[in-house]
């Protein structure tokens, strides 16, 4: 990655379980995708584990663009996190 932090931004149960709304953080250079990232974060904290501990269901969107969890982090300059949406 690079030394610029990116803005991430946790939207309903992810921001409770965290503890906050958002941050700004700067990337680890190994941490490349989505998938990564949520990984990397997953070992930030018990609050992170919390939220994260099933990766797989989180949605994310990178400059408010929902994404795989495959996509680059390359042109990052925020990235949401978002608990799975349900129907109704």
């Known amino acids: 990655m690079s030394d610029r932090p990116i803005r991430l931004i946790y939207f309903a149960w992810v921001r409770e379980r965290i503890g906050c709304s958002e941050e700004d953080v700067v990337l680890p250079d190994e941490v490349k995708s989505v998938r990564d990232l949520l990984l990397w974060l997953r070992d ?8 994260l501990s099933h ?3 989180i949605r994310v969107a990178i400059n408010q663009e929902h994404v795989a969890h495959g996509e680059s982090l390359a042109d990052a ?3 949401a996190l ?3 949406m349900t129907g109704g």
């Not at 930030?44 to 939220?51: I, L, V």
Request: no cysteine; aromatic share 12%; hydrophobic share 25%.
């Open 77 to 79: 300059r925020e990235v």
């Open 82 to 84: 978002f608990p799975p």
């Open 44 to 51: 930030r904290g018990e609050g992170y584990e919390n939220a």
């Open 55 to 57: 990766p797989e269901v």
